[in-house]
């Protein structure tokens, strides 16, 4: 069963960080696609950040290019999303998702644009918030 747990919310001033993390369970991180996903409430999900299986390689979404970085753990099967000069428009519920269930044992993966966009991400963290105030 695929699952995913995240933590590492709160709340931080302007300019402060958090770490945000994604554990799993029920597959390896190194073998799938990960992204971090943002979402205001009545709005969609919007993507942030992914990490490619293949290699490790990130995407990142404008506005966290520079701030935000995404790493894995392979030995804690954990992914992490550091978040760096928060600002109060950074103020959202935080989401992991993954596509492991789509493509495992297929021996297919996704496309950019599928995996930025959550297409196919059958698995989701329960989501974790993100308040920058001062």
């Known amino acids: 069963q695929v699952q995913l747990v995240e933590s590492g919310g709160g709340l931080v001033q302007p300019g402060g960080s958090l770490k945000l993390s994604c554990t799993a369970s029920?597959?390896?991180?190194?073998?799938?696609?990960i992204g971090w996903f943002r979402q205001a409430p009545g709005k969609g999900r919007e993507g942030v950040s992914y990490i490619r299986s293949r290699d490790g390689g990130a995407h990142y979404a404008d506005f966290a290019m520079g701030r935000f970085t995404i790493s894995r753990d392979s030995a804690k099967n954990t992914v992490y999303l550091q978040m760096n000069s928060l600002q109060p428009e950074d103020t959202f519920v935080y989401y992991c998702?993954?596509?492991?269930?789509?493509?495992?044992?297929?021996?297919?993966?996704?496309?950019?644009?599928?995996?930025?966009?959550?297409?196919?991400?059958?698995?989701w963290g329960q989501g974790t918030q993100v308040t920058v105030s001062s």
């Open positions: 998702g993954t596509d492991a269930e789509l493509h495992r044992g297929t021996y297919t993966y996704g496309t950019h644009f599928q995996v930025f966009n959550g297409l196919g991400f059958a698995s």
């Open positions: 029920g597959f390896t991180v190194d073998d799938y696609a």
